[in-house]
């Protein structure tokens, strides 16, 4: 990895540079109704739009490279021919400006799954391209538990990684062209005392995190606690409401609908993000439903993040971001689901 310095004023320069394509970034969108600031990822127009200092977005990166809709496919039926039409939905470079560790680990989850397995997925992989990112070191808030996941830096999935020194930026340098776009502004090589600056804003994280999960041998204690009556307990609160998933940037289970017009020479095949919470998720054809209860799709939705995933990809499917739990009506949060299954609480 290369490494350089430049004072904050540059980040504007790097702005312009890179204003040609579409900028996605953190925005300030008011606050919620105990007074706290709600931050979201938007489209940008100007830098003084975007809101660096922010703490936590409601929604994560997830919904640039998978839409909560998208059509995948057109129709269309002549008298002795048809056509299909594809359009992968990409347009154009999309820049992300401040994305934190978490949320690079997570797309670096999605990649897994929808980039690297057997059947990678075009529409996402042809986003997941076309983007630049500019990661950004942030400070943990009460619900984070990204360092129990082992999320809390990232160390590959982007381009250009800024970490707050003060008066000036430390960069790590992952891409060509991010060096040819630093190369565009003023910075120079850390010095040694950069370098301390850089190790003590780091290290000076630690005693920001409150949440935790202990993940220690946690595959085999959802192995061994699969009938618990915790899943109960967490099922009754539940409401079934899918909010965990949508705000969430790791979930990616999703439904596909094919609509025919009514004058049956068109149709479209369309994909919605779906979640495992909601009632209809495991309902099949013939309308069995193989999780009726709210307690075996929350379960479902946990062994799917801690135990499946792991067994798969040898990491779990959360960063523990927290948004879920922040984001949740019933209260429920990964941290208090799996220590009350360990039989902590
Ligand atoms: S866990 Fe919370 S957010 Fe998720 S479906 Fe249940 S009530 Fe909704
Ligand atoms: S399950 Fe919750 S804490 Fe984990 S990545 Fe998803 S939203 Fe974040």
Redesign the pocket.
């Known amino acids: 990895m290369i490494f350089k310095v430049f004072k904050k004023q540059e980040l504007a320069r790097l702005y312009e540079l890179l204003a040609v394509n579409v900028i996605v970034g953190p925005v300030a969108r008011g606050n919620d109704r105990n007074g706290k600031p709600l931050y979201d990822f938007d489209v940008i127009y100007d830098f003084n739009e975007l809101a660096l200092d922010y703490t936590q977005t409601v929604h994560s990166p997830k919904r640039f490279v998978l839409p909560y809709h998208e059509t995948l496919s057109t129709f269309a039926v002549s008298r002795d021919n048809w056509e299909k039409h594809v359009d992968l939905n990409v347009y154009r470079p999309l820049v992300f400006f401040g994305m934190h560790a978490c949320d690079i680990n ?1 797309l670096n989850k999605l990649d897994l799954v929808l980039a690297q397995s057997t059947y990678p997925n075009p529409y996402y992989m042809g986003k997941r391209k076309n983007l630049f990112i500019i990661g950004l070191d942030c400070n943990p808030e009460p619900q984070c538990f990204c360092r129990s996941m082992g999320t809390d830096s990232a160390i590959h999935g982007f381009d250009l990684f800024l970490t707050d020194l003060g008066g000036k930026y430390f960069a790590e340098i992952l891409s060509a062209t991010a060096f040819d776009l630093l190369s565009q502004i003023n910075c120079k090589e850390p010095s040694a005392k950069d370098h301390s600056l850089y190790k003590h804003a780091t290290s000076g994280k630690s005693k920001h995190y409150t949440a935790a999960v202990d993940t220690s041998d946690l595959t085999k204690i959802l192995d061994l606690e699969f009938e618990s009556k915790a899943w109960e307990h967490w099922g009754e609160k539940c409401l079934s409401c899918g909010t ?1 998933a949508n ?5 990616y289970c999703y439904g596909v609908e094919e609509h025919v017009d009514l004058d049956l020479k068109h149709a479209n095949k369309t994909k919605s993000l779906h979640s495992c919470n909601l009632i209809d998720f495991a309902k099949v054809a013939g309308g069995h439903n193989f999780r009726p209860k709210s307690a075996s799709r929350l379960k479902y939705r946990y062994y799917h ?1 801690h135990r499946g995933f792991v067994e798969a990809f040898e990491e779990s499917l ?8 922040e984001a949740c009506l019933a209260d429920i949060t ?1 941290p208090a689901v799996i220590a009350s299954v360990r039989g902590k609480e």
Do not use: D, E, I
């Open positions: 997570a965990c705000v969430c940037p790791t979930c993040k959360c960063v523990g971001c927290g948004r879920c739990g990964p």
